[in-house]
């Protein structure tokens, strides 16, 4: 398969261009039985990737308060400790901001990935919680 078959096949772009040259790189170097699933976790990952972009500059104080009472206590406190700042580098409260703001992740994703993709990501997500 050529790049430009690759490229087409990797339709929820990365922002970065070297990651998506990588991740063409990364497909021509497959396994065949691991390809399609490859394909699959690029454009879930992509999608995510962009979701979780969603939220930088729009976290405030009063998200960073409010995620960290849902937290257990463990975690609350490194939170605590290294602050609002080092929060808003981390994914789980990107999340949390978004979802307060009524953008749930697999909502955001779901409309970005092809129908059959997403039903194929939530049965791959199905097996591995079943331990297959």
Same mark, same amino acid.
């Given at each position: 398969m050529s790049q430009e078959e690759l490229e087409k096949l990797i339709y929820v772009k990365h922002p970065n261009k070297q990651i998506r040259q990588n991740q063409i790189e990364a497909l021509e170097k497959s396994p065949v039985d691991q390809f !399609?699933?490859?394909v699959l976790l690029f454009n879930f990952g992509n999608a995510s990737y962009r979701y979780m972009s969603l939220a930088k500059? #729009? #976290?405030? +104080? *009063?998200d960073f #308060? !409010?995620?960290l009472e849902g937290l257990p206590d463990n975690?609350?406190?490194v939170f605590e400790k290294q602050g609002f700042e080092a929060a808003k580098t981390a994914w789980p409260f990107r999340r949390h901001v978004m979802e307060r703001r009524d953008l749930g +992740? !697999? *909502?955001?994703i779901q409309k970005l990935l092809r129908p059959d993709d997403w039903e194929k990501w939530n049965d791959s997500k199905k097996s591995s919680e079943d331990g297959q």
């Open positions: !399609d699933f490859l500059g #729009e #976290e405030t +104080m *009063e #308060e !409010d995620w975690a609350r406190q +992740m !697999d *909502e955001y």
